[in-house]
């Protein structure tokens, strides 16, 4: 068994490099012209399917060697959770009015070329790490704090440019927040982020994977700290940085007025995957001040930023960076949000940038394409006002870590979410949350990157899924309107942990099929999207 794990070992670590990759690139991919639905034929998804099982069978004999992290604990309360609301109300209430707050701040020190040669880039993995080198612009915590005047408590959202973050260091966050977050009525503390493939790790992967898979397990055998992409140096400054942003936004709030549009957005986002279900648009939050003082906007988008590629070690916060720099000239603040994202990247040609170079020079044209993004939002001018009414709830659930890769990965610590064992099972801890802002807006805030066709229905029907079945589960804009609301639905996603890639079970695939687009690589496993539909409609029916 010895001889067996020294021959295997290597391999499935040149195939975890390849799995990492290649999922990072599926955020790139090609445009094709056809986008007519298709499935494989049914033989060559029996043989695809049949390699998987070898794949997972090799990969979790080889992780089944390997200890245990001290970070996997099995503790019944984790600190730092928080539930929201406590009270949901039906509708509006009269004579109430918005407050909101906003704080933006650099997460990079003082001298940002100091990260060059010292902090990993996110995005694909490198064998040997990813090291920065060169600083194309600020990475940013951007805070809003959010009150509603019912006397329920004020909710604080915080995004960061990075490409993800996993839920135990948002619970650090919270945790060190927790004694004035209770002093000062802090309902709910949301963290998420924009998912730039171009920041620097704050996840993990991005590390040198062969001292990661080969040194790791070693130092876990000995009660040795582990290592991977992240330094502790940078998470630090992070944690201090996000605290600091998050009590200088609640410091700000005022009273004033809330605003709702929309821009299209359809001819920025290309789809890789079908059914090509999206949010068609841009969605703005437009807070007008009393005083007078700078709007703030909150902008969600559904548009991967991998602008400057996967695999580049060039600092950059991407696309929202630069809509943000127009939008400032502009004379507003502005917190993009990342939605249902999955698959959906950027379409950029003359007709969506701004002084396009057909070269495909990646920072002008990404610039390019920021700039052309906020001056469409810049322009909308039908709106409606959006009435003093914000309801929030999360519930921690618990995910089947069933994907023989990711398992390997967290095992040779190239990520640090919180994992549960329970006896042979594994089970990642994550929160799902539901969100409702006045009486016409839904949000649901999802740990990881949805497949829209979850959030806004659409999913592939039997004809034409993987698995030759029919999605058997409501959409989440199903889930709100059953519960006896007309809400429209939007998504929050990769708020307070990054577990992956989340596919309707029906049309899980081959991960090694180039359909697939390298989604399945970094999914918790084949049931992960039908378990959190059912905690979101658990927590929409029990609010």
Request: proline letters at 3%; charged letters at 20%; one cysteine or more.
């Amino acid at each position: 068994m010895k001889s067996l794990k020294k021959i295997l070992t290597p391999v499935i670590a040149i195939l975890l490099v390849f799995a990492m990759t290649f999922s990072a690139f599926a955020s790139v991919g090609t445009q094709v012209n056809a986008r007519d639905l298709f499935v494989a034929s049914k033989a060559e998804r029996v043989v695809f399917d049949a390699l998987d099982v070898v794949i997972n069978g090799l990969v979790n004999a080889i992780a089944s060697f390997i200890p245990t992290p001290k970070y996997w604990f099995d503790k019944e309360d984790v600190p730092g959770f928080m539930q929201g609301t406590e009270e949901f109300l039906d509708k509006s209430q009269a004579g109430t009015t918005w407050s909101l707050g906003y704080d933006s701040r650099s997460l990079l020190p003082e001298n940002k070329e100091e990260v060059i040669g010292k902090y990993n880039v996110a995005g694909t993995i490198g064998f040997d790490g990813k090291l920065a080198t060169g600083v194309e612009d600020d990475l940013l915590v951007r805070t809003v704090a959010l009150n509603d005047s019912t006397g329920r408590g004020s909710a604080v959202f915080a995004v960061l440019d990075s490409y993800g973050l996993s839920l135990s260091d948002v619970r650090e966050i919270r945790t060190r927040l927790a004694d004035w977050a209770k002093e000062n009525g802090i309902n709910s503390i949301t963290v998420s982020v924009l998912h730039q493939h171009s920041a620097v790790d704050t996840f993990g992967m991005n590390g040198n994977i062969f001292r990661m898979v080969f040194l790791n397990p070693a130092r876990t055998l000995f009660g040795l700290e582990t290592e991977n992409g992240k330094s502790d140096e940078y998470m630090e400054n992070l944690f201090v940085t996000v605290v600091d942003s998050i009590k200088a936004a609640f410091g700000d709030m005022t009273e004033g007025d809330l605003f709702y549009g929309t821009a299209d957005a359809t001819k920025y986002i290309y789809d890789k995957r079908q059914p090509y279900v999206n949010d068609p648009n841009f969605n703005r939050l437009r807070f007008v001040p009393d005083n007078g003082s700078e709007e703030t906007w909150i902008v969600t988008s559904q548009i991967h930023c991998v602008g400057n590629g996967a695999s580049g070690t060039l600092i950059t916060g991407d696309y929202p960076y630069y809509a943000e720099q127009e939008i400032n000239s502009h004379g507003a603040n502005v917190l993009f949000v990342m939605g249902a994202e999955q698959c959906n990247t950027q379409e950029k040609d003359e007709t969506t940038v701004i002084d396009y170079t057909p070269n495909e020079i990646r920072i002008e044209n990404t610039v390019g394409y920021g700039k052309s993004i906020a001056k469409d939002l810049i322009a909308i001018t039908e709106e409606t006002e959006v009435t003093p009414l914000l309801n929030i709830r999360y519930k921690e659930i618990l995910l089947p870590l069933t994907n023989s890769i990711l398992l390997l990965a967290g095992k040779a610590g190239l990520f640090e979410n919180i994992i549960r064992i329970e006896k042979t099972d594994y089970f990642l801890l994550t929160e799902i949350g539901y969100m409702e802002i006045g009486d016409d807006l839904a949000f649901a805030i999802v740990p990881g990157e949805l497949a829209p066709e979850l959030a806004y229905g659409g999913c592939l029907t039997s004809e034409y899924s993987w698995s030759g079945e029919d999605w058997q589960y409501p959409s989440m804009q199903e889930i709100v309107a059953a519960s006896g609301s007309d809400r429209a639905l939007h998504v929050i996603g990769l708020a307070n942990d990054q577990i992956g890639y989340i596919v309707p079970d029906n049309n899980y695939m081959s991960m090694i099929h180039e359909d697939s687009k390298s989604i399945e690589f970094v999914s918790l496993g084949k049931n992960t999207a039908s378990n959190l539909i059912m905690a979101f409609e658990d927590v929409v029916n029990n609010k």
